[in-house]
């Protein structure tokens, strides 16, 4: 089971359940297809697995990143801003090592990539883009491209601070050493294949969107007489034919009432062959 997530009202940016499944399983898929594709690669048994699937700002997901990784960025054709795949220096490191015959553990030091080992990391990246494109089919219809490969993700600059992003989160399993990955994807390039109703909830909207839900939601209404004040002894001696006193005088409207709030006053009346009520005036309740 998941944990609960807190939610901002200030900022309300989702995605709608259905869409959110809808890019679950394709990371799913896109996790199966980059395992397999690691373990040819680079000699070792590989198990990479999505944990979640959240839409944030770029700014929010990049804070949320080690100071120090490696951020490959990505080239999405026609798009200003561009995709992200993440992993830890560390873990690329001993990956290439193993891709030229080392037997070293992952232990390995974090530091830039060598030309060499860009080269080798560009070829693994190439390949999981592959697999990125064949997961999300017509999710990501656009041509991607590794462009470059940052180390620190607080300049990496894939796209405006408020720009959103669809972030997967994935584990890699390498033997007993585990390791976090990210993969985040412009929301505008994925959003507009899901449909109209994938859009971004935004603070401009929440508003508009509130009362709608709140004027298109049923509630019970009720029609009451004045309460009256009664002990408990009279209400345990009550009987069949015992009389109760009401303090609504016979002229005074009765109160229609929502949720145990008095919201106007109404008299009785008939709408054809039914009993209704007429109301003769409202009061503003905070």
Sequence with gaps: MKPAEAYDFRRPSSLVREHSRVLELAFETFARQWGTQLTAKVRKLFQVSCDQVQMHTYNEYASSLPATTAMVL???????????????????LAWVGHMVGSTTSFAAPSRKFTAIEQAL????????LDDLRYS???????PIA????????????AAATGDLMI??????????????ATVALPAEVVLPQLGGAGRPIVARDARDLMRSQVVGTPVDVSVQLAPAMVLPGVILGLAVGDVLALPHP?????????????????????NGSRLACVVVTTEENP
């Design 74 to 92: 990505c080239s999405i054709e026609g798009e200003g801003a561009r995709a992200v795949i993440q992993f830890p220096t560390a873990a690329a």
């Design 250 to 270: 016979s002229h005074r409207p009765l109160d229609v009432v929502v949720s145990g709030l008095p919201l106007a006053t109404a008299a009785v009346g008939s």
């Design 146 to 157: 590794v462009d470059a490969i940052q180390y620190n993700s607080q300049f990496a600059q």
């Design 136 to 142: 999300l089919g017509s999710l990501l219809l656009a």
């Design 121 to 128: 990391i560009r070829s693994l990246l190439d390949e999981a």
């Design 167 to 180: 972030v997967a989160s994935f584990t890699i399993t390498v033997g007993e050493r585990v390791v976090p």
